[in-house]
């Protein structure tokens, strides 16, 4: 019960909201704040019960090996908290960012349905479910991409869809292929069993494509003409996160898949990373250079969970989490300055420090815990991915990771100094208003604790780590 | 009288009883208060195939006979046969019907009692293809509905009508002749046409003979698939049918696109299958121009510069889909094809629907002087935007269901590879349907199409009808499979 209520109301719920925008526009931004706190409550209710030693889980039981049914185990709680976590976070900081523009009615609904679709996602319990929910967010990502209806915004929202269904399509050849080979979809009833090796190909197409990895990445830095807050939830926290989700929830917890892809993704994982990092280090429109950091970071998660190895899957659940907040956080900064200097082109900022301190002091705390610098969240996320790796006997691959972040630290350091350091040449600018902030600050204050309090999710760490 | 014989004798009767009264009125009565006719006959399709389905579904028998004047127990008499498939497609017949009633009312002016009579005597016509039990009836019927497309297309006298019109007649008359030469063969070789008589040819049939007789069986059997591949217009027949749809008015798009391809050219390859299935090639010919067809009629639609252009090509490419769930010739093949059907008279009929709207509203359906009309028309980019979803079988839609269905029946059958490519291929609807929402739709609105205003009246309710049934019908979509697993079908 606990959880249809989680997955419901925003997913239903979202449909409310345009008529609620109808009456008032409060009306509208709170019941879309109230349906995201459900959810959140919903989801520690169910992990309380889960650390309890309860699982609640639903489903019902299709012809055809179909099934529908959402359950929560250690996994799905790490990822609905994280998600919902950062999603009231962007929720509120769209109060104030989102202030002016036509379609709000259509904003509300898509983010809020969005939030939805990932609670469905994370607890469902058969492919088929997979693949429908994650289909509803490559919708969202569809018209919130093209939110500010110019003929670029739309044409980059039609690539980020076509891109992302494309992947999901060929996801669910790999998906029809299992169900060719045992006769069901349901995750249970397949737990542990051998399946073909090009339906794993298959499969990683739809995940590398969701989670914008090399060789299909190339929609992500083109999505960041969305408004900032849909940047953030979608192409940084929560969507991007699908794919390495799938990822763990298939690959790893479900399947038992040939040896050989122990060494392929990784390879994979590597070559996006340095490639993403590369380009990161070239762009100059700072939501670009986030973008393409975040490709590179996806990198460094997907090696976490593809090494085999418990302690990188653990660093790559951490990282899934340090990520999403921190990431979270640079997009917001970054939507504060373009909001108020009605530009993205880095060579047009500089000391930004002086006129938007607060801004200036979020967006360092959410580099370093990217950068992955002691004690914040992204270091020992990062150096748990490293670690795994190396205990799964590929010395070569973590040495690639390690230039890929010392490449993080330069692109972020060189993004920091162009926008708030040196000279002022924006003296007109001034701070974002107090919804925004507090957003920032709240996300680097909780990158920053989270590496004083590591040990809190990594009870459901280990929890996961029971299930490989 | 039973429901059930209320309801089949109704099938028959009832449009023609619409045609006696309507023209018992004086000409501009009957011109004004079309809709009320027009839609009474189709309400009572609707409703009594409905009823029909449910009374016969709870008398657990599998079909009922009934003859029109004379007893269908007399021997050798022709008859009329109903079961469950066939309600479904009566009641296609009576949706399609309705939702045309409710466009013609905005988009047909001088001619509205022709269309009244036509309409009816066309679902008469689709009526009859759909209960009868033997080939040369078929054969009729199917004339007697290709005839009034002809008129119906043709009637609005442009140009552009009379081309489309023509170029119809010309390939439906080969279509025509095809399968009239197949019957014939057919008879030369059983000495009858009934389906009963007709099953099983197949097996008694040696395909390496060399006699004369198995050669024009099989010379036959060609020529029934080409005939009806020819009305269904699947690649490479297809050249009629974006020209058709084209030029015709919008209410009769409908017509053709929901019915008239479905019921006189897929019901068509249904009956061959259900008697033919068992010689192997009929299966593999029809997966063959399915697949074809899929691909062909998507990478056409995607270059199409007017709107009613790439839905036409859209249904080229949907309408292999259905050939492709037949091929398997199994009974999840069968549902798989049926469910497609459905849906797509539910997708198809909202875009054309959306045309409507759009050319009522902003005076033309030329893609390049539109943009960006989601703000004027709320409404309506909002139910082709779900009509959009569902064809490209994307979730929660009913097209997302049939599509799934039919992959599913096909990697059953033991063809993966046509599974894959043709769920692969769904990317390409995607591209079209995107194009066409970029350029309709989503976007900035051009200046000179700012005064336009949302649809109203009743194509307003046929807009919002058909994306209830696709989205209702999606979110039902488990519990519908569960009916059907108790029923013992799957």
């Known amino acids: 019960m606990v959880l249809l209520i989680c997955v419901g109301t925003p997913l239903l719920g979202a449909f409310l909201l345009p008529a609620l925008g109808h009456w008032s526009e409060k009306a509208r931004r709170w019941g879309s704040l109230l349906m995201v706190l459900t959810a959140l409550v919903c989801a520690v209710i169910s992990t309380v019960d889960l650390l309890s030693g309860r699982t609640d889980a639903v489903k019902i039981l299709l012809p055809l090996g179909l099934s529908m049914g959402f359950r929560m185990d250690a996994l799905a709680a790490f990822m609905a908290l994280t998600s919902c976590t ?84 060929v996801m669910l050849v790999g998906f029809a292929g299992i169900y060719g080979a045992t006769g069901t979809f349901d995750l249970d009833a397949l737990r542990g069993s051998q399946i073909p090796g090009w339906t794993v190909g298959l499969m990683l197409v739809g995940i590398l494509s969701k989670s914008a990895t090399f060789p299909l990445h190339n929609w992500l830095p083109d999505a960041g003409v969305a408004p900032s807050p849909v940047t953030s939830l979608l192409h940084a926290a929560v969507l991007v996160k699908i794919g390495v989700f799938a990822y763990a929830r298939l690959i790893v917890l479900t399947f038992s898949i040939p040896q050989i892809y122990t060494v392929v993704v990784p390879v994979i994982a590597a070559v996006s990373a340095l490639i993403s990092a590369g380009c990161a280090l070239m762009a100059t429109d700072i939501k670009r250079v986030v973008a393409y950091s975040t490709i590179s970071q996806l990198a460094f998660i997907l090696l976490g969970l593809s090494s085999g190895s418990r302690i990188g899957f653990a660093g790559g659940m951490l990282y899934i989490l340090a990520h999403s907040i921190a990431k979270a956080g640079l997009f917001l900064c970054c939507g504060i300055v373009e909001h108020n200097l009605h530009t993205k082109d880095m060579n047009k900022m500089g000391g930004l420090a002086r006129t938007m301190p607060k801004t200036a002091v979020a967006f360092a705390l959410c580099a370093l815990s990217v950068m992955g610098i002691p004690p914040f969240s992204g270091y020992f996320a990062k150096y748990l991915v490293i670690s795994g790796e190396v205990d799964a006997g590929h010395p070569v691959i973590a040495a690639v990771f390690i230039l890929g972040a010392v490449l993080t630290i330069l692109y972020l350091v060189r993004l920091f100094a162009k926008v708030f350091l040196g000279p002022c040449r924006n003296p007109e600018s001034h701070e974002g208003n107090n919804q925004m902030v507090a957003s920032v600050l709240t996300l680097a204050v909780l990158s920053l604790l989270l590496g004083f309090l590591i040990f809190l999710p990594s009870g459901l760490i280990t929890l996961a780590m029971e299930a490989m | 009288m039973t429901i059930l014989s209320i309801c089949a004798h109704g099938f028959v009767y009832c449009p023609i009883l619409v045609v006696l009264i309507y023209n018992l009125f004086n000409h501009e009565f009957a011109r004004k208060h079309f809709i009320w006719f027009a839609g009474a006959g189709a309400t009572w399709q609707i409703l009594t195939s409905a009823a029909g389905f449910f009374v016969l579904h709870q008398s657990g028998q599998n079909g009922y006979a009934f003859g029109a004047l004379w007893d269908p127990g007399l021997p050798g008499s022709a008859y009329f046969e109903l079961s469950g498939p066939r309600f479904l497609l009566l009641l296609i017949v009576g949706l399609v019907a309705f939702v045309s009633v409710l466009v013609a009312h905005h988009t047909v002016d001088f001619n509205r009692s022709s269309y009244t009579n036509l309409l009816m005597i066309l679902v008469l016509g689709m009526n009859g293809m759909l209960l009868v039990t033997d080939l040369f009836s078929l054969y009729v019927f199917m004339e007697v509905t290709g005839l009034c497309c002809f008129i119906m297309i043709a009637m609005f006298r442009s140009r552009a009508d009379l081309e489309g019109s023509f170029k119809y007649l010309i390939l439906s008359e080969l279509s025509s002749i095809f399968i009239l030469t197949a019957v014939a063969f057919l008879m030369m070789k059983t000495g009858s046409l009934r389906y009963t008589d007709l099953a099983g040819l197949g097996s008694r049939i040696s395909a390496g003979s060399g006699r004369l007789e198995d050669v024009l069986f099989y010379a036959a059997l060609v020529l029934l698939i080409s005939g009806f591949a020819i009305k269904t217009g699947v690649v490479p027949f297809h050249s009629w049918l974006p020209d058709a749809y084209q030029s015709a008015d919008t209410a009769v798009s409908i017509l053709l696109s929901g019915a008239v391809n479905k019921v006189a050219g897929v019901y068509g390859l249904i009956v061959v299958m259900e008697l033919f299935g068992d010689v192997a090639p009929v299966g593999k010919s029809l997966a063959a121009v399915g697949i074809v067809s899929i691909i062909i009629g998507a990478l056409l639609a995607v270059r199409q510069p007017h709107y009613k252009r790439v839905v036409a ?81 994307i979730p929660p839609t009913a097209g997302f269901w049939s599509k799934i269905l039919i992959i599913l029946a096909l990697w059953q059958a033991g063809s993966p590879v046509l599974a894959a490519v043709a769920l692969i291929a769904g990317i ?4 079209y349907l995107i194009r066409l929402q970029r350029t309709v739709f989503f976007g900035q609105t051009r200046p000179e199409l700012a005064g336009v205003k949302e649809a109203h009246g009743s194509v307003l309710t046929a807009e919002i009808l058909l994306t209830v049934i696709t989205l209702g019908l999606g979110l039902l979509y488990p519990y519908i499979l569960m009916l059907l697993h108790a029923g013992g079908i799957l």
């Open chain 2, 313 to 393: 090509y859209s249904s080229v490419s949907q309408m292999g889909y259905i050939l492709l769930a037949l091929s398997t010739g199994t009974t999840l093949g069968l549902v798989a094809a049926l469910a497609h059907i459905f849906s797509h008279t539910a997708f198809k009929s909202t875009l054309f629907t959306n045309a409507a709207a759009l050319q009522e509203q902003a005076g033309t359906l030329e893609l390049q002087d539109l943009g960006g009309l989601e703000n004027q028309m709320p409404v309506t980019a909002f139910t082709s935007i779900i009509a959009f979803l569902s064809t490209a079988g």
């Open chain 1, 86 to 169: 950062v999603s009231t976070v962007i929720v509120i900081y769209s109060f104030g960012y989102m202030k002016e523009y036509a379609h709000l009615n259509e904003y509300y609904l898509m983010i809020t349905f969005f939030i939805g679709a990932m609670m469905g996602l994370v607890m469902s319990t058969s492919l088929l479910e997979i693949y429908i929910f994650w289909e509803f967010s490559s919708f969202c990502c569809w018209r919130l991409i093209g939110f500010y209806r110019d003929p670029v915004s739309i044409r980059r929202a039609d690539k980020a869809f076509m891109v992302t269904v494309f992947g999901a399509l």
């Open chain 2, 428 to 431: 390409l609807s995607s591209a």
